[in-house]
């Protein structure tokens, strides 16, 4: 099986299906190394310049729901062309990026490929993209429910559970406290210490 029809594969099996051909085409007309990762908790997807290699590479996470895995895709491809057309010495997340950003995103911003839920908020972020969807509060509560909608009953954002609701998040209990801004103060149990935990972050709720 040749190169390009194992990314063609690869991209079928995580991207929405109107935007297969287009990531594909993407990555036809300027070639890069891209890897499915395992699931890293500080990035969803990753671009490293190496003027050391001709081929540059691109990894993006494989547990990602599919509009977010064509949202990353596109931010890191954006990397990609903007250091090649740009030089090194620019910014990774400045107005070089941002307009290469737009450009490769744009044909993408359709009910054709988006839900509208995920569509209206994202048209919003494009305006200046940030450095990640996960510092946009509406944009990542949008893209993080159809996460939920493949796990177990019972799952929530943080953000929707009331305030004095037990939770569970990665093996230990906590209770919701307070609210600030895009973090929630949670108190531990037993231990009784706090922690300020993602407001996105996904929990399970557990009933008194």
């Known amino acids: 099986m040749s190169t390009a029809q194992k990314i063609f594969n690869s991209l079928n099996l995580h991207l929405p299906e109107n935007s297969v051909q287009y990531c594909w085409d993407l990555w036809n007309e300027d070639p890069f190394n891209f890897l499915i990762t395992k699931s890293r908790s500080t990035k969803l997807g990753d671009f490293r310049y190496r003027k050391d290699r001709p081929i ?12 977010q895995f064509l949202i990353t895709y596109i931010h890191e491809v954006a990397h990609h062309r903007a250091f090649k057309n740009y030089g090194i010495a620019i910014k990774p997340h400045g107005l070089e990026w941002k307009k290469t950003f737009q450009e490769i995103i744009s044909p993408m911003l359709s009910d054709l490929v988006f839900p509208k839920d995920i569509l209206i908020p994202l048209k ?22 159809y996460n939920l909608q493949n796990q177990e009953p019972g799952h929530s954002l943080l953000n ?9 998040l990665k093996g ?23 922690y300020l935990i993602s407001a996105h972050a996904e929990v399970r709720k557990i009933e008194a």
């Not at 540059?56 to 509009?67: E, G, M, R, V, Y």
């Not at 494009?126 to 510092?135: D, I, V």
């Not at 929707?160 to 569970?168: H, R, T, W």
């Not at 209990?173 to 009784?192: A, D, M």
């Open 172 to 194: 230990r209990k906590f209770q919701k406290e307070t609210v600030r801004r895009t973090r929630v103060l949670c108190i531990e149990i037993p231990s009784g210490k706090k």
């Open 160 to 168: 929707d559970i009331k305030l004095g609701s037990i939770f569970e």
């Open 56 to 67: 540059q590479t691109i990894t993006i996470n494989s547990d990602l729901n599919a509009f």
């Open 124 to 145: 919003r972020h494009m305006l200046n993209p940030k450095a990640s969807t996960g510092a946009d509060l509406f944009l990542n509560r949008e893209i993080k429910k």
